[in-house]
Every structure is written in structure tokens, then in C-alpha cells.
């Protein structure tokens, strides 16, 4: 089964940086593409940013030039470096598979990101 499991979450001040890791199982990991989504509190989940497996990148434009994915095979992890954070990047933080159309099963417990002003 495929199992997500995000960390790295915690409470930082504006302009502070965090760094999150999701390891992930049950999947050949240095195949697939990978993604960070977030979800706040009120609104849709959305896509953060994406990597695949030659390391292509894509981010959302609210994050773009201060969010960095990126990922380690041999860990079956990929990260999701943040800076320069904002009060409007709080929220719950999750990874899973862009191009698995079974995603909605995966979706793991998350991990919060919260910035104050």
C-alpha cells in the first residue's frame, strides 16, 4: 500500500524558512513524479509545487522564486524547502503522486505550517 508521511511543519515568523521531507512507501519512488500540496483552513487543496523523475520542477506563482522541491531517491523522500514564508502560506501541508489517479486514497495526515506576521 502506499503510505505518505509528511514532517517538518511547525510555527515560524514571516520571512522565516522551513524545510519539509515526506518519505514515502509502497511505490517505486524514483519513477514517479511528486508533489506538495496545501490546503488552509476554508479553502481547496492545492498544487505547490511538482518534481519529476529528470528533476523537472514546477511551482504555483504564489510560491514561485521562494519554495524549492526537491528530492532524494535513495531516501524515497522528497522536500519541499521553504522560504521567505508568509502568513499566507499557512496551512496544512501534504505530498502525494500528481499523475496517480488514485491519489484521493493516499493523502496522509499532513503537517502544519503556520506563520505569523
Known amino acids: 500500500q502506499v503510505q505518505l508521511v509528511e514532517s517538518g511543519g511547525g510555527l515560524v515568523q514571516a520571512g522565516g524558512s522551513l524545510r519539509l521531507s515526506c518519505a514515502a512507501s509502497g511505490i517505486i519512488f524514483s519513477i514517479r513524479a511528486m508533489g506538495w500540496y496545501r490546503q488552509a483552513p476554508g479553502k481547496q487543496r492545492e498544487l505547490v509545487a511538482s518534481i519529476t523523475r529528470p528533476g523537472n520542477t514546477n511551482y504555483a506563482d504564489s510560491v514561485k522564486g521562494r519554495f524549492t522541491i526537491s528530492r532524494d531517491n535513495a531516501k524515497k523522500t522528497v522536500y519541499l524547502q521553504m522560504n521567505s514564508l508568509k502568513p499566507e502560506d499557512t496551512a496544512v501541508y501534504y505530498c502525494?503522486?500528481?499523475?496517480?489517479?488514485?491519489?484521493?486514497?493516499?493523502w496522509g495526515q499532513g503537517t502544519q505550517v503556520t506563520v505569523s506576521s
Open positions: 502525494n503522486l500528481p499523475f496517480d489517479s488514485d491519489y484521493e486514497k493516499y
